[in-house]
């Protein structure tokens, strides 16, 4: 008898479409988990690290401010110091930087980091 060549074909279709299914099942249950974080009913272990400003510059932040606040697709940080406009950036954003990626809580002390940033 010959070897099927198409049996290690079919074996890894099964194998991957099973993946695909459960998958599919383990994000279904992650939609309900998301929808309640989304609520605000769970903390989600990204924003239970945005206690201090500067972890929340670093998960929001980083990416187009830079990594030493000279900026990048968005401004440098450094040398601003008008408290009211900082803070209307943050809450309200301007051009492409969205506004609510603070939480409202941590507003102010984000203002007070950026504003003694050097």
């Known amino acids: 008898m010959k ?3 198409v049996m290690p074909y079919i074996v890894i279709m099964v ?3 099973t993946l695909v299914f459960f998958l599919s099942i383990k994000g279904i249950g992650d939609a ?6 989304k ?4 903390k989600t272990e ?3 690290n945005n206690d201090k400003p500067e972890d929340i510059y670093k998960n929001q932040c980083l990416s187009c401010h830079g990594g030493n606040y000279e900026g990048g697709a968005g401004p440098a940080l450094v040398g ?3 408290k009211e406009l900082i803070k209307d950036r943050i809450v309200n954003g301007k051009g492409i ?3 609510g990626l603070v939480p409202e809580d941590k507003v102010d002390e984000m203002v007070e980091f950026i504003a003694g940033l050097e």
């Open 46 to 48: 990204e924003t239970a």
């Open 39 to 42: 609520e605000g009913n769970e």
């Open 97 to 99: 930087m969205p506004g």
């Open 15 to 17: 194998l991957g479409l």
């Open 80 to 82: 601003l110091k008008d």
């Open 32 to 37: 309900d988990k998301m929808a309640k974080e």
């Open 3 to 5: 070897n099927n060549a």
